[in-house]
T-cell receptor, first 110, second 117 residues
Framework: QQPVQSPQAVILREGEDAVINCSSS?????VHWYRQKHGEAPVFLMI?????EQKGHDKISASFNEKKQQSSLYLTASQLSYSGTYFCGTDSGNTGKLIFGQGTTLQVKP | DADVTQTPRNRITKTGKRIMLECSQT?????MYWYRQDPGLGLRLIYY???????NKGEISDGYSVSRQAQAKFSLSLESAIPNQTALYFC????????????????FGPGTRLTVL
């Protein structure tokens, strides 16, 4: 089953913060986050492995709670360049195969 | 030059026609994937291949077939296209675990926009 992302869409002003959640009904080995800008291919942001680790990518960070089978992506002091659709991809057993969520569209306005 | 290329980039075809989408990569990756993207549904895995002799069905393989002609080439075929196969199709690659790349980081091609009338 696809992981569920929330919210489906969010609109921010530059400098505001946002959180995107990804929830799975299955136990997870890893969670990947990708961003897709309009008209472009998805691009890898980060991967989180089970163990509850947190990672960062510039002002974008993420956490992974394996017990709750959830991951959250935190965008701090958002910039116009953060606009796009964010996807989480989950791997239940280090299979190398990802199941992606439906995506969260983020729009950052000046 | 792009590391993952897809041809064609756009294609319009008619119901019942056979069509092939091609993917090539110069990254030297063993693993290749085909996804389709539909609005509101995200990316759904059609087929994946972890090496030339390994082909696996994904979430939505019905109506599709694939061929891994070489390490660098992975083709997706629609034997008899139907309108609900209208979508944006992406090919992706990743390195085998244990190599220098991040674990299972996937690199996507630019996509093929397919319209079935």
């Amino acid at each position: 089953q696809q992981p569920v992302q929330s919210p489906q869409a969010v609109i921010l002003r530059e400098g505001e913060d946002a959180v995107i959640n990804c929830s799975s009904s299955k136990a997870l080995y890893s969670v990947h986050w990708y961003r897709q800008k309009h008209g472009e291919a998805p691009v890898f942001l980060m991967i989180l492995l089970k163990g509850g680790e947190q990672k960062g990518h510039d002002k974008i960070s993420a956490s992974f709670n394996e017990k709750k089978q959830q991951s959250s992506l935190y965008l701090t002091a958002s910039q116009l360049s953060y606009s796009g659709t964010y996807f989480c991809g989950t791997d239940s057993g280090n299979t190398g195969k990802l199941i992606f969520g439906q995506g969260t569209t983020l729009q950052v306005k000046p | 030059d792009a590391d993952v290329t897809q041809t064609p980039r756009n294609r319009i075809t008619k119901t019942g026609k056979r069509i092939m989408l091609e993917c090539s990569q110069t990254k030297g990756h063993d693993r290749m994937y085909w996804y389709r993207q539909d609005p509101g549904l995200g990316l759904r895995l059609i087929y994946y291949s972890f090496d030339v002799k390994d082909i696996n069905k994904g979430e939505i393989s019905d109506g599709y077939s694939v061929s891994r002609q070489a390490q660098a080439k992975f083709s997706l075929s629609l034997e008899s296209a139907i309108p609900n196969q209208t979508a944006l199709y992406f090919c992706a690659t990743s390195a085998r675990p244990g190599t220098s790349s991040k674990i299972n980081e996937q690199f996507f091609g630019p996509g093929t926009r397919l319209t079935v009338l």
